[in-house]
Each structure stands twice: as structure tokens, then as C-alpha cells.
């Protein structure tokens, strides 16, 4: 049996960041085990949307650290062959009069207390900012010059070469199928397809198959599977990559848009999406029904785009919990054991920073920031992380 001092199940972006950061932190044993391939889940069929706007104060404090390793990776990573893609393009949200104008405008006030380039744009300055945008239904528009969006598969990418360089042993094709423990309940490692590994601490970054560490371990973990269908639109006028992603708090959708392949545009819902029963990263049909429903909302949002065609569409699925936030740390009663699961979309833009709180926490290192507002035992004692703008990935 091959042992290691930390093993990671889950080859996604989360997983991997997590194993590189273990290796930049002092780990001198790691392994990463994929069941499929390394990024083939739920990571390649994100959005890669980077922002900080975040209505939970400690999720905004999380998504700037995490833009900040974002704009500087290579440096970082100390690899001048790493590229994350990051696009500064900036982030305007627009919200109707209201409940979700107030909302933002409490956000953006938050964000500046922490030091985040947060503004508060006139209809002029918006207007200037992105001038395919209708604002005649906007009281209010925020503005993040820093958000953008970058590319998960150089990421991922770079973290796992980040891992390689540094000693981390991955394994792909290697499906773990329970927990090892000893006499005291304490974890020691895991049964695989491919063997037992033994570890001194076991991670699990599973997304989607977090449920699975519910069944080894007894312990009940909160979790949805949700897929989440985007597609992409073509027409005269181009979406280019230095206009700002938008967010539109006005439409019945909470879209959210972005640059794509240059010109096209990307349009992303931002609802709770279809309720799945079991994990599934198959790629479902995407409805015309749908893409028309969506579409009339983008043709009121951005005129230029009322005749734009359909260019091509994917579903993508999200690990949500009950407040739309992850569970990040230790599992309560068993030593040995660390998790990372329920991103609800938040996965990408999180996971520099998430990959390193976890190597800390788990090196017994002081964490750049608290993991407790992250535990499991939120949903036990109500201490939900319950955003401003209700329920979806906005948070």
C-alpha cells in the first residue's frame, strides 16, 4: 500500500489547487486522484466568470484574494509558463428600482470596506462604460473594474503542472470507494479501484459526488445537484472582450453575459436551474424554448442582439447546499478528514484562495482567512451565510 501524508479525491480546479497549494506550502507526500480525467467534470463546463460582488461579506473577502493570485499567476505560481486567461474586462450590475436596488447598493458600500475597487456609476457613466446597454428600466448600475473572466482549462492546467513540478503524484482513472480508518474511527486513507492509499489526512473536493463522503463517513452532508444550460449568441454587432461582464438583476433571469471567442456573447442564467437526482456531467439538450425565453430578455437588455442567432449551447452542473455556499474544512467527529464541496457556482473564481486555506488548515498552518463561517455545522445551528439577493449563485 502506497502511503502519502495528504490524499485528494477530486481532479477539478478546487482539487488541484489544493494539491498544488499542499506541495507550495511544505507537504512533501501528496496525491491527487481523479476517478475520470483531470478537469473533465464540472470544471469544463464553467462560465469562468471572476468577480468580488458578493452580498455575504465573508464571500467577497474570499473572491478578492482569489482575484488578486488571479492577476498575477505565473508570479505566483512562481512558473512563467502559467496562465490563468484572466480577461480584465470589470463587472457592471444593473438592478430595477427596489428591493434589488437597495441590495446592491448595500453590497457595493460592503465591498469598499474591504478594500475592493467598488463604484456606484451614473446612467452617463454606465452609458459610456457599455453602450449596447438599455437603462430605462435601471435605478441603479455598480461597477468593478478589476472582475472579468479568465479560462479554467489554463488554470487547471497550471495547478496541476504547479502540483507535477512539486512532487504531487496524480493518478487519474483511480475511482475512491471508501474510507480506510483505524481502531479509534480516525481516517488513515482510502479503498480505490486502483488499491488502498494510506494518508495521514484524506481531502475530498468531489463537487458533485460529495454525497458519496456522506456514505463513508455517516455524517449527512446538505447537497443539490443542479444543472445550469448557457448558450452563446452571434450577430452584427459584436460582443467584444473589453466590454464588462453584466449582470442584469432586472431581467426575470438574473442573467448574466459575457465575451465569448471574442465576439460572441455568452448568456447565463442565474436562477436555481433543474433539480438532478444523482451526479450527471452528460451534456442535456438546451430547449429553443428556453434559448427564446432567454433571448427576449437579452434583446431587451442589449437591442443590438434582438436578431442575433443562436451559436452554440452546453449545460453545466453545480454542487449547491442550502445557502448557496460552500462547505470548506474538517468534518465534525473524525479526525483525518477535510472537505471542499458546494460551490453553487462560486468554484472557479474561489479556487486559488480555497486551495490554499485548505493546505493551511490542513498543515495546521494559521488561515489567511476563517474557515468557520464555512463549516458544516452552519446548517445545524442556522448560522447560514444567507445573502441580499435571495437564492442562486449571485449569493
Known amino acids: 500500500m502506497e502511503t502519502f501524508d495528504v490524499v485528494v479525491i477530486g481532479g477539478g ?11 507550495m506550502l511544505g507537504a512533501r507526500r501528496v496525491a491527487l486522484l481523479e476517478r475520470g480525467t483531470l478537469g473533465g467534470g464540472t470544471t469544463a463546463q464553467s462560465s469562468c466568470i471572476l468577480r468580488t460582488h458578493y452580498s455575504v461579506r465573508e464571500d467577497a473577502e474570499l473572491a478578492h484574494a482569489a482575484l488578486r493570485i ?49 463604484r456606484d456609476l451614473s446612467t452617463a457613466e454606465a452609458r459610456e462604460r457599455h453602450p449596447l446597454v438599455d437603462f430605462g428600466d435601471i435605478a441603479h448600475v455598480g461597477f468593478e473594474p478589476d472582475a472579468g473572466y479568465a479560462d479554467a482549462h489554463l488554470v487547471l492546467s497550471s495547478f496541476a503542472r504547479g502540483a507535477r513540478r512539486r512532487g504531487v503524484a496524480i493518478r487519474e482513472g483511480v475511482n475512491v470507494t471508501g474510507l480506510l480508518r483505524d481502531s479509534g474511527g480516525r481516517v488513515t486513507g482510502v479503498r480505490t479501484s486502483g488499491g488502498d492509499f494510506g494518508a495521514g489526512t484524506v481531502v475530498c473536493a468531489q463537487n458533485i459526488w460529495s454525497r458519496e463522503v456522506a456514505v463513508w463517513t455517516g455524517i449527512a452532508l446538505p447537497l443539490t445537484i443542479s444543472r445550469h444550460a448557457v448558450f452563446t449568441l452571434e450577430g452584427p454587432t459584436a460582443y467584444t472582450k473589453d466590454l464588462p461582464v453584466l449582470k442584469d438583476l432586472a431581467s426575470p433571469a438574473k442573467l448574466y453575459l459575457r465575451s465569448y471567442a471574442t465576439r460572441q456573447l455568452l448568456v447565463g442564467d442565474g436562477n436555481e436551474g433543474e433539480a438532478l437526482a444523482a ?81 493551511q488548515q490542513v498543515l495546521a498552518m494559521p488561515t489567511d482567512f476563517p474557515l468557520a463561517p464555512y463549516a458544516l455545522e452552519r446548517f445545524a445551528t442556522g448560522r447560514l451565510l444567507a445573502g441580499r439577493y435571495g437564492t442562486g449563485a449571485v449569493s
Request: hydrophobic share 45%; with cysteine.
Open 13 to 23: 480546479v478546487v482539487g488541484t489547487s489544493i494539491a498544488c497549494h499542499l506541495a
Open 70 to 118: 488571479f492577476a498575477r499567476f505565473a508570479g505566483y505560481l512562481d512558473d512563467p509558463e502559467a496562465v490563468s486567461g484572466y480577461n480584465r474586462c470589470g463587472l457592471m450590475i444593473v438592478a430595477p428600482e427596489g428591493e434589488r436596488a437597495e441590495a446592491l447598493k448595500a453590497t457595493l458600500a460592503v465591498e469598499r470596506t474591504l478594500g475592493i475597487d467598488a
Open 279 to 359: 451526479p450527471d456531467t452528460e451534456q442535456a439538450d438546451v430547449p429553443l424554448d428556453y434559448v427564446v425565453e432567454l433571448g427576449e430578455q437579452v434583446a431587451h437588455r442589449l437591442p443590438a442582439f434582438a436578431d442575433a442567432g443562436l451559436a452554440t449551447s452546453w449545460t453545466g452542473v453545480y454542487d449547491v447546499t442550502p445557502d448557496w455556499n460552500p462547505v470548506l474544512g474538517p468534518l465534525p467527529g473524525i479526525d483525518g478528514i477535510s472537505v471542499a464541496y458546494g460551490f453553487s457556482g462560486h468554484g472557479f473564481k474561489l479556487s486559488p484562495i480555497v486551495g490554499r486555506l485548505i493546505a
